[in-house]
């Protein structure tokens, strides 16, 4: 957890890119938990929420703000900007919770913002 706050932190003051940091955040969960299919049962995150995390922050972007260049960059919406830093802060605060897994709720696509 504290890895990606403060990947998640360096985001927030500036030095380090949006999709960067969500990428590394994406890949750090699944990484650790042996597959998506098991980070979403481990951490009680609807496997579509990592789903489209890992697409946007791989897929996506511009020359200034891209993961990695791509022949067909498209820059994110405002509204998957702001689907990529909710959801990277409901991730933070999961992997912090000190309660039981069963008694957590969802995340689910649902509860994240409009994209």
Same mark, same amino acid.
């Given at each position: 957890?504290?890895? &990606?706050? =403060?990947?998640?932190? !360096? ?6 890119? *949006? ?8 890949? %750090? *969960? %699944?990484?650790?938990? !042996?597959?998506? /299919? @098991?980070?979403? /049962? +481990?951490? @009680?995150?609807?496997?579509? %929420?990592?789903? +489209? *995390? ?13 993961? +990695? ?6 820059? &994110?919406?405002? =509204? ?8 990277? @802060?409901?991730?933070?605060?999961? *992997? ?5 897994? /069963? ?11 409009? &994209?």
């Amino acid at each position: 957890m504290e890895t &990606l706050w =403060n990947r998640y932190d !360096g985001y927030r003051e500036g030095p380090e890119p *949006l999709l960067t940091m969500g990428y590394f955040c994406f890949t %750090v *969960l %699944v990484t650790f938990a !042996g597959g998506r /299919a @098991k980070a979403a /049962a +481990k951490y @009680k995150i609807e496997e579509a %929420v990592l789903r +489209k *995390l890992g697409q946007l922050t791989s897929i996506r972007g511009d020359p200034r703000t891209a993961r +990695k260049m791509t022949t067909r960059m498209q820059p &994110l919406s405002s =509204n998957e900007d702001a689907w990529i830093q909710e959801t990277i @802060k409901q991730i933070i605060w999961r *992997l912090g919770d000190q309660r039981s897994p /069963a008694t957590l709720p969802t995340i689910t696509m649902a509860a994240q913002p409009r &994209l």
